[in-house]
């Protein structure tokens, strides 16, 4: 579904600073900088594939899908998407892809919602009986009945995102492209709108991907994670392999059967003790679960355990840093 090799988006930013006249005619000299927001990014996604695109504020992200939905040209390297090149044929492009960006809405201010949707209609040329039938789905699984014929102005910003995302799949786009699909909406809404992107993968077979800081949206809808900073990919692989990879210590919650007044075991620090309960620290890297586990089993009387695995947020702050310190030490 899409296909990028050594992608580039560079730009140049002019400022100015006094010049050796400066001081004496108010005179400025101009300088310029090249920025480059994308830096040689390869990466393919396969159709049906729901995946998250993750960076920081600046890291290249926005820059990514404005290449990727045809609104920037590379400055070098080469993107295939859905079988075309976005910049170069557009029109045939953009009736094979919806985008919904949480900050902007492709609705009509004024006009009540239901008209908004009718205008797209023939915009995408849908034909009526597919129309009758999208709607149908959507104003079920989004709940749009109730503002359907208010004016988009009107509107909360999570009904808003939801009217946007009925918007977006209207014409049966094969590539769904999200850019923080749940910002700034209530815990409610946010849970609304990731059952209804999960749904629509599964069950359509829609390709999405995926842009948020919201970390709670990558963990309960993508197996797969991209991570970008500065330009450059990071990471490109399964949300589980990188908690493996960088996740760093875990921890060991262990119910226990019986008091004890030494709960210590060798491979793990003790961070917690309260009554039966004892919470462990311990590195992956160093020493298992299961032999943590077998060492604990010979020593005490266990009643129940979990493992915890460290927050998502935690683990891709550690790549970050490290990311970072490769840069300083380099």
């Not at 793990?268 to 060492?295: K, N, P």
Request: glycine share 8%; with cysteine.
């Amino acid at each position: 579904m899409i296909t990028v090799n050594n992608l580039q988006k560079h730009f140049t930013i002019n400022r100015t600073r006094p010049g050796l006249l400066g001081a004496l005619r108010g005179l400025v000299a101009s300088e310029s900088t090249q920025v480059r927001a994308v830096d040689n990014i390869s990466f393919a996604v396969q159709p049906g594939e729901l995946v998250g695109y993750l960076g920081p504020n600046g890291a290249g992200k926005s820059t990514t899908i404005k290449m990727l939905t045809g609104l920037l040209v590379p400055s070098g390297g080469s993107l295939v998407v859905n079988g075309f090149v976005p910049w170069r044929d557009r029109e045939r492009y953009v009736a094979g892809i919806g985008a919904v960006f949480g900050q902007r809405t492709t609705l009509w201010w004024d006009l009540p919602v239901i008209e908004s949707l009718a205008l797209l209609q023939h915009i995408y040329r849908i034909p009526a009986d597919r129309f009758r039938q999208n709607m149908a789905d959507f104003r079920e699984l989004l709940e749009l009945d109730p503002f359907l014929n208010s004016p988009v102005r009107s509107l909360s910003l999570g009904q808003r995102m939801r009217a946007d995302l009925c918007a977006a799949l209207l014409h049966d786009p094969v590539l769904l492209f999200l850019d923080e699909p749940t910002i700034g909406l209530d815990v409610v809404a946010k849970e609304r709108i990731r059952q209804f992107i999960a749904r629509i993968n599964a069950v359509r077979g829609t390709t999405v991907l995926l842009t948020t800081h919201d970390l709670a949206d990558v963990e309960k809808l993508c197996s797969r994670i991209m991570i970008i900073d500065h330009g450059h990919l990071l990471y490109d692989g399964r949300l589980a392999t990188l908690q493996t990879r960088f996740g760093g210590k875990r921890q060991l919650v262990v119910d226990l059967a019986e008091p004890y007044t030494s709960v210590e075991v060798d491979g793990a620090e003790v961070v917690e003790h309260t009554g039966l309960r004892v919470t462990y620290q311990f590195d992956r890297h160093t020493v298992s679960a299961s032999d943590l586990i077998g060492r604990l089993s010979a020593r005490y009387r266990i009643h129940d355990l979990s493992v915890r695995e460290p927050e998502i947020e935690t683990t891709i702050r550690r790549i970050y840093e490290e990311r970072l310190l490769e840069q300083s030490s380099g």
